[in-house]
């Protein structure tokens, strides 16, 4: 018997609980891991809720994200004893996830734990934080340096932003941190932000093109504050767009983009390629700060996390929640 947090829709309406389920329960799937942590991310929150159709089987068990072990392997890549992390791939979605003491995946989307992260480092750092790394790689792949100019990173206190302004202050940018929670300001300087600005200067309607002002965006928000962020984007300066907190919409102009040549990056963590992924986390590795990692992290237990999805949903999370199965 193993614990996880199930997901269920039917007559009587939609509920998120903690269940013992037996082996049975198990889906389909070359591995089967012993999982150590899993976290909560913003889609995790949706999913809790109902607030968004994210789920889209029932029963399910929700989570997008785990580390763990491998128990039992018949796939040729895995061997039991491996340290594995996991992020995607419609886990949590169509397919039974992390937010569990057990999952059974398919082997192909596994990553190797780089052998710097304990599974609990590796879910601080989790999808949010992947993926802030793929926005981050994206940036320099369009060959932005310190040199380029500022980069402003939006939704600054939550799991995608925090991680990224560590990240890219540890890489020697300069970087400008958007949050709606400004008496935060002295612990977003404490991950390296050189300035902090209030969302309210970007999320309400602006203008096609504004006053040049960072070389480089990495927005998980959308909606209006990602048109303002291109339209203040330096001349060939780059976006990486992978969240959507405000909203789906781009109310924006297309101004940026044939007046000054600015590049709008769509960022996906959840149908990356392997090879990707792999970079992705071999980077983290080399790159995070681990003592700015741990000083973000708040960890809860299993019968914790339908709380806390909620709470991430209304803003009330600062940095990353890493939730221990096991607890």
Known sequence: MYQALVIDKDETGYRASIKQLDDDNLPEGDVTVRVDYSTINYKDGLAITGKSPVVRKFPLVAGIDFAGTVESSSHAAWKPGDKVVLNGWGVGETHSGGLAQRARVRGDWLVALPSRLTTRQAMAVGTAGYTAMLCVMALQGHGLTPASGDILVTGANGGVGSVAVALLSKLGFRVIASTGR????????????????????????????????????????????????????????????????????????????????????????????????????????????????????????????IAAGADILAGKVRGRLVVNVNA
């Open 182 to 305: 400004t008496h935060e300001a002295e612990a977003l300087k404490a991950l390296g932000a050189a300035e902090v600005i209030d969302r309210a200067e970007l999320s309400a309607p602006g203008k096609p093109l504004a006053k040049e002002r960072w070389a480089g965006v990495v927005d998980s928000v959308g909606s209006h504050t990602l048109a303002n962020a291109c339209a203040g984007t330096k001349y060939r300066g780059a976006v990486a767009a992978c969240g959507l907190a405000q909203g789906m919409d781009f109310p924006g102009s297309v101004a940026p983009f044939i007046l000054r040549g600015v590049t709008l990056y769509g960022i996906d963590s959840v149908m990356a390629p392997k090879a990707l992924r792999e970079q992705a986390w071999a980077r983290l590795a080399q790159d995070l700060d681990l003592a700015k990692l741990d000083s973000l992290v708040h960890e809860i237990p299993l019968a914790g996390a």
